[in-house]
């Protein structure tokens, strides 16, 4: 029987060292012009799956392609990866306002907060709420609180 540090340092410890090492070996081997749009998101040690955001929608459609030529790339480097998993993610632009970086809120983003309001009967929850959920959407993109 195994014991639990074993256990720990086979699965999740050997998985965030080789997440590092994923980080350090992806920004080595992509093209300049890609190190903007992909950042190496999440990595499975059972699977042997690797995540990769991509900002845009344009690349993301390309890289779906180049999937095999990067996993052996990745394996050449000392990786061992058997798949590679490209997941589009839309990146918002932060703004600076009085020395505090905030998100602009989006329509997309103002419709769901009214939605969500306009289903609370109580108006002092409700205004509440929506206070809430604009000073939420200032610091976090909206991608946060949906995806996940």
């Known amino acids: 029987m195994m014991k639990l540090s074993q256990m720990l340092n086979n699965n999740s410890y050997s998985?965030?060292?080789?997440?590092?090492?994923?980080?350090?070996?992806?920004?080595?081997?992509?093209?300049?012009?890609?190190k903007e749009v992909t950042t190496p998101y999440n990595?499975?040690?059972?699977?042997?799956?690797?995540?990769?955001?991509?900002?845009?929608?344009m690349w993301y459609s390309n890289l779906q392609y180049l999937?095999?030529?990067?996993?052996?790339?990745?394996n050449e480097n000392g990786l061992t990866i058997s798949k590679i998993i490209f997941k589009y993610t839309p990146k918002y632009e932060k703004?600076?306002?009085?020395?505090?970086?905030?998100?602009?809120?989006?329509?997309?983003c103002q419709n769901y907060i009214e939605n969500s309001v306009k289903k609370i009967d109580n108006k002092n929850?409700?205004?509440?709420?929506?206070v809430y959920l604009l000073n939420y959407f200032k610091h976090n993109s909206f991608e946060s609180w949906i995806i996940k």
């Not at 080789?18 to 920004?27: A, C, F, H, L, N």
């Open 125 to 130: 929850i409700a205004e509440k709420f929506k």
């Open 67 to 74: 999937a095999d030529d990067f996993k052996e790339k990745l």
């Open 43 to 57: 990595f499975d040690p059972y699977t042997k799956t690797l995540t990769i955001k991509v900002y845009d929608n």
């Open 95 to 108: 703004i600076k306002k009085n020395n505090e970086i905030c998100y602009e809120i989006t329509k997309k």
């Open 15 to 34: 998985a965030v060292m080789q997440m590092s090492i994923i980080y350090k070996v992806w920004y080595s081997i992509i093209m300049d012009n890609l």
